[in-house]
C-alpha cells in the first residue's frame, strides 16, 4: 500500500492527474505481470507437464531480473543527467521492486509447501 502511495505522491508532484496516474499504473502492473510471469489461463483439456511450471518459474526469475537491470539503467540515466522525466524513474524503481517481493512472496510460498509435505505421515 506504501508503495502505491509513493507512486501517486509522486505522480501528483509531476503534475500528473491522479486518476490518470492509478489508471497508468493498474495497467503497468498488468504488463509486470505478464511481462514476467508470462502466464495463461488454464483449460480443463490442457495436460500438466513438469517442464511447464519449471519454464513459468525461470520466465519469472528471469523477468524480474530484466525489470531489476532495467531500474538500475534508470537510476544511472538518471545520475548522468540524461534522463528528463524523474517520474519514469520512480516507476521503473517500483516496477521493479513490487516483482520482486511478489517473486519473494510465491518461493516462501513453496518453500512452506515443502515443509508441509515433508511433515506429512506417511
Do not use: C, W
Request: net charge negative.
Amino acid at each position: 500500500m506504501g508503495d502505491i502511495l509513493a507512486l501517486l505522491i509522486v505522480s501528483v508532484v509531476f503534475g500528473r492527474g491522479v486518476m490518470s496516474s492509478m489508471q497508468g499504473v493498474r495497467m503497468d502492473l498488468i504488463k509486470v505481470h505478464d511481462q514476467t510471469f508470462g502466464m495463461r489461463s488454464i483449460k480443463q483439456s490442457d495436460k500438466p507437464d513438469g517442464a511447464s511450471f519449471e519454464k513459468a518459474l525461470k520466465q519469472a526469475v528471469i523477468g524480474v531480473n530484466d525489470l531489476q537491470m532495467g531500474a538500475d539503467v534508470m537510476v544511472q540515466k538518471l545520475s548522468l543527467g540524461d534522463v528528463d522525466d524523474v517520474s519514469e524513474v520512480s516507476i521503473s524503481v517500483e516496477k521493479a521492486e513490487l516483482a520482486f517481493k511478489l517473486l519473494v512472496q510465491i518461493r516462501d510460498k513453496l518453500v512452506d509447501a515443502y515443509q508441509q509435505l515433508g511433515r506429512m505421515p506417511v
